[in-house]
């Protein structure tokens, strides 16, 4: 009997918390994390979502709070020691500001559901991908390659890299 059955697809996921909310991205949409950077103020153009700039070795990034941008409440602020995870938005690297990480998940494919309506109703929905059960709770999958609007990435491929 074997204990691994090869057609079964796995899916990697990366873990974060903001406020109470678990969330989760596919390992291959986030290049890097960080933990405590340094963070230098906004330039007073920028939009709301947009909490400052990161250096990371020697280019500049936007650091973004992706809680702002999903519409939930972060219960850290920058004070706290803030965790980082670095992807893109269109062709720009960019931070996006997290409460909490969590280590790799690895999940069955068939094991992530389409997300209730309910839950769609009070997110930036089109951006949950699914949902699934972990250890730690219920976890809502986030396409964080494609999280900004053509807008937004307008204004965050603008920002001056000092």
């Keep these: 009997m074997a204990l691994l059955n090869e057609d079964v697809d796995i899916v990697q996921l990366i873990g974060f918390q903001i406020g109470t909310k678990l969330f989760g991205a596919t ?35 936007p650091l973004v709070s992706l809680g702002s941008i999903l519409g939930v409440d972060g219960r850290r602020g920058l004070d706290d020691r803030p965790w980082v995870l670095i992807g893109l938005a269109g062709r720009r690297r960019v931070g996006f500001l997290v409460d909490g990480v969590i280590p790799i ?13 309910m839950l769609l109703s009070s997110l930036r ?38």
């Excluded at 986030?30 to 020697?58: A, C, M, T």
């Excluded at 998940?105 to 309506?117: H, K, Q, S, Y």
Aim: aromatic share 4%; net charge positive; glycine share 6%.
């Design 27 to 61: 390992i291959l949409t986030v290049r890097e994390i960080l933990r405590n950077p340094v963070v230098e103020q906004k330039n007073s153009g920028d939009p709301d979502f947009v909490h400052g700039l990161i250096r990371l070795r020697g280019v500049y990034l």
């Design 125 to 162: 929905s089109k951006y949950i991908r699914g949902v699934c059960e972990t250890d730690k709770g219920m976890m809502m999958i986030v396409a964080l390659d494609r999280i900004f609007r053509a807008d937004e990435v307008s204004v965050l491929e603008s920002i001056p890299v000092k």
């Design 105 to 117: 998940v690895r999940m069955r494919a068939d094991a992530i559901l389409p997300p209730p309506d």
